[in-house]
């Protein structure tokens, strides 16, 4: 706090006393105020994904949709246990010996994806579609949403995964 210190001085002039102000208590302030803004301000950076979504369509019965042929995708299946599958077929072509499995390790995706792209027919509507089932997590999505982002491949979606896939596929896991 603040101390007066009074010096007596004889003779006839007019005593002056000095004054102390004691910074204690506003170091201590201080020292509170730095700390709680310590605790309170966040260290690191958010990871954010940025997935790219398309401009909203003012018509609402589009003209020109594109036909995506069997070429011109690739479809990634999500399931339990970190497996991925993937096939390039319909409805009416798509068993057991269409469906294939790969894995998340190194590259392999994103060779894939540089396969079936290399033999599209029609490479500007080339598209790759990412079906996850219930069972699989979210760090395989994100994996195969990394591996999108290094084939530098921009048309992707993401849908639930189709009746006839999801036969297909319980077949495929037994």
């Known amino acids: 706090m603040a101390e007066v210190i009074a010096q007596e001085k004889k003779g006839g002039k007019q005593n002056k006393k000095p004054i102390r102000v004691d910074m204690t208590p506003m170091v201590d302030l201080g020292f509170l ?24 369509d003012h018509n609402p019965n589009p003209i020109n949709i594109p036909y995506i ?58 598209t790759i579609i990412v079906k ?13 949403l990394d591996n999108i982002a290094i084939s530098k491949k921009e048309r992707y979606g993401i849908t639930d995964i189709k009746p006839w896939e999801k036969k297909v596929y319980e077949n495929a896991v037994k």
């Open 33 to 56: 105020l730095i700390t709680f803004f310590m605790f309170t301000t966040n260290f690191t950076k958010p990871n954010v994904m940025d997935l790219g979504l398309p401009a909203k």
């Open 69 to 126: 042929s069997d070429l011109n995708q690739v479809t990634f299946i999500l399931g339990k246990d970190n497996r991925v599958f993937y096939h390039q077929s319909n409805a009416k072509d798509l068993n057991e010996g269409n469906l294939k499995e790969t894995d998340f390790s190194g590259v392999k995706i994103s060779n894939i994806i540089s396969e079936a792209y290399k033999k599209a027919p029609k490479k500007e509507n080339f």
């Open 132 to 144: 996850p089932t219930d069972d699989a997590n979210y760090k395989n999505f994100v994996d195969v």
